[in-house]
């Protein structure tokens, strides 16, 4: 049996998971490299690197490889894998002597960059590589019944898409991707400050402004929250104070563009399950579903019950640990 060295690694656009199936999530790193620009030398991977983001001197770069849900920087990627794979080898000892990994790629990737990722992870010592869909290995993660003939309905709102998926007998019977999903938020938000106050400031701290006092577009009691930037008229450093409503409405049209690719998706789902998601509801996973009041807005208006997944930023890293065993169950069923 390979159960021992079975790994599933999340590599998402905005963080890099691996789980392995004993010891359960064995890292959570930012998908962050930082890179000597003149050498093209990697210094840094993951929290370390999305430290220096707009921070570091001119002759590193942080750079986020994965981002909008494609592989911006395909050397960079691998570069990163290799470091990845190295250091849990280290963590895990010799127990991860030729692996099985499974590796959820972007949904963006093109099938040569999935090659070529199956290729660097097998490089750095895996024996067998397998990849998967992303809402496949969330709904696992969510522990939904994939292999059963029922409607599972995941939403995965990651950082660079936002994926939406029915899965029942372990396919994907309808999907769709969009890459509208936290990043562009945190876009929305950048913009949105520079336009009403004339503030620059950096993706970090707009990912902040979301987390803290973000809100999908129902009631809720307003919050507050200092922001400090780059007055773009004197070009000294300003802080102002903003309220959860205007961010709110600075992130509805993303949000919205999310809605529709459920309502979309939904749409599209062949009557005989159509049943089933209305008992069922709809699991949300990924970053994005964290975000404040999302759950409750959604239920309001597709009108099924929507739950939100144990670790919703977890989830697809244990799905794609977990995918081996639940794929040899499959096979087996089938015969
Ligand atoms: N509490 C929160 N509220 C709102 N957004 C959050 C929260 N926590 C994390 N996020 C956002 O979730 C996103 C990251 O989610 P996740 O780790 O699922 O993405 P990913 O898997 O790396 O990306 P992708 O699936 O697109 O490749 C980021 O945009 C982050 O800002
Ligand atoms: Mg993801």
């Given amino acids: 049996m390979l159960s021992n060295a079975e790994i599933g690694i999340d590599l998402g656009t905005a963080n890099i998971l691996v789980y392995s199936k004993n010891k359960g999530i064995i890292m959570n ?13 990697v210094l840094a991977v993951g929290t370390d690197a999305k430290n220096m983001i707009g921070k570091t001197p001119g002759n590193i770069v942080a750079v986020r490889p994965l981002k909008d849900g494609v592989i911006a920087d395909f050397d960079v990627t691998t ?24 590796v959820c790629t972007p949904s963006g990737a093109t099938s040569v960059e999935r090659r070529a990722i199956h290729d660097a992870v097998k490089s750095s010592g895996a024996k067998h590589v397998h990849l998967i869909e992303e809402p496949v290995a969330a709904a696992i993660g969510a522990d939904l019944p994939v292999g059963e003939p029922v409607a599972n309905v995941v939403v995965d709102i990651g950082g ?31 913009h949105y400050i520079r336009k009403s106050y004339n503030l620059l400031i950096g993706e970090r701290t707009a990912e902040r402004i979301k987390i803290e006092i973000g809100h999908a577009p129902i009631e809720h009691k307003t919050m507050e929250m200092d922001i400090r930037g780059r007055d773009l008229v004197t070009g000294l450093p300003k802080t102002i104070v903003l309220n959860s409503t205007e961010i709110q409405h600075a992130i509805q049209e993303s949000l919205l563009s999310i809605l529709e690719a ?12 159509s049943g089933d998601i209305v008992d069922r ?55």
């Fill in 29 to 41: 790193e930012p998908s962050v490299v930082a890179l000597d620009v003149n050498t093209r030398k």
């Fill in 79 to 102: 570069e990163m894998l290799k470091h990845i794979m190295a250091a849990i080898s280290k963590k895990l000892g010799f127990s991860l002597r030729k692996p099985s990994v499974v």
């Fill in 160 to 190: 660079g898409t936002t994926e939406v998926a029915i899965i029942s007998y372990g396919g994907v019977v309808s999907c769709s991707t969009i890459r509208v999903a936290g990043d562009k938020m945190d876009d929305d938000i950048i």
């Fill in 262 to 273: 459920i309502r979309a998706t939904l749409e599209n789902c062949p009557p005989e399950l």
């Fill in 281 to 335: 509801g709809v699991v949300l996973t990924g970053g994005g579903a964290l975000l404040n009041g999302v759950q409750q807005w959604l239920s309001e208006e597709i009108v099924v019950p929507v739950h939100l997944a144990p670790n919703p930023l977890e989830s697809v890293a244990i799905g794609t640990g977990k995918s081996l065993t639940v794929i040899h169950k499959l096979q087996k069923a089938m015969k």
